[in-house]
Structures are given as C-alpha cells and as structure tokens.
C-alpha cells in the first residue's frame, strides 16, 4: 500500500476539484454502495453518485481529458486502464460503510492489477481495509494498493459531501 500526498501540482488539484464540484459536472443516483443491495437491513440509506470516465476499452466522459489524464500521467506507470470512476457520497447523520470487497472489475480479476483512489476533499469519511487500517480523506492524497485487498467506503458526517476517483489498472 502506498499514500502519496499533494499527489498533483496544487494549480492540477485546484483545477480539478473546481471542474468536479461545479454545479454543470454531471452526477448519477446509485442506490447501493456494492453490487448486492440491502446486505445490511440497519443500513436504509447507502445511496451515492458517481460519475463513470473509462470503461470497455474507451473513454466515456467529456470530462476524461481534463481530470482523469493529469492522474493518470501522475501514476507514471499504467500499462492499461480497466475502469474510472468518480464516487459522490452525501453527508448523512451517521457513517454507513460499503461490504468489504476486492475491486475486481465486475468478477474479471483475471489480471494482476492496481486500485488508487484519488481523495478530492477534506473529510472525516475514509477507507478502511479488512486488517483494520484506514486511510483518511486528505485532499490531493492517493492511495495505491492491490486489487485483491478487501477494502470498504465509510461515508462522512461532517462536510456536505465526499468524493474520490477510483482508478483500476494494470501496471506496466
């Protein structure tokens, strides 16, 4: 596992979190934060938004250029992309954490590939890994890691929303 902080120059984080804050930036209604709905029945309001830039080969966003090649050139070393996406999570009463799972692109781990997710903004939301760790919110904070760990989301009850950009891919 890696944390790299002030990940983009500040001017490249700044940039991008205008863009994916903006009010014009096109969000999209998720009803469950895994695949598998109501695996909690504590938990009536694991809604989200996201935000799909890549997937099957192509980019599918107008957005892709402006925020997701500055990422990807940071990484350095990206053989093939798999998937992109961003996650928007509204801020609600108490944390609700996602199932723990293994990003594996739809059950196509077939490929020995890499997670980061890109932390846009402050908060008290984070990620947490099956062995206990957790990775904090930081603005401009990636964190690198193997698709196989079992990871989940925890949402936020402090700033109005969380968002992180989720990148899948293979190394070269």
């Known amino acids: 596992m890696i944390i790299k902080d002030n990940f983009l120059v500040a001017r490249g984080h700044e940039n991008l979190f205008k863009t994916i804050t903006s009010p014009h930036f096109p969000w999209y209604y998720q009803n469950s934060m895994t695949r598998h709905l109501n695996y909690l029945k504590d938990q009536q309001d694991n809604s989200y938004f996201s935000h799909l830039f890549y997937s099957d ?94 990871h989940c989301a925890v949402t936020q009850t402090d700033d109005d929303r969380r968002i992180v950009i989720n990148i899948n891919y293979i190394e070269k």
């Open 57 to 150: 080969h192509q980019p599918l966003s107008n957005y892709y250029e402006d925020i997701i090649t500055p990422l990807i050139s940071t990484l350095g070393n990206v053989k093939s992309i798999m998937i992109v996406r961003a996650n928007l999570y509204i801020k609600k009463d108490r944390a609700y954490s996602s199932r723990f799972h293994t990003d594996d692109c739809d059950g196509v781990n077939k490929y020995n590939h890499k997670t980061a997710i890109f932390y846009v903004n402050r908060n008290n939301g984070y990620t947490k890994f099956e062995d206990g760790k957790k990775v904090e919110s930081i603005p401009n904070r990636m964190l690198i890691f193997d698709a196989s760990l079992r």
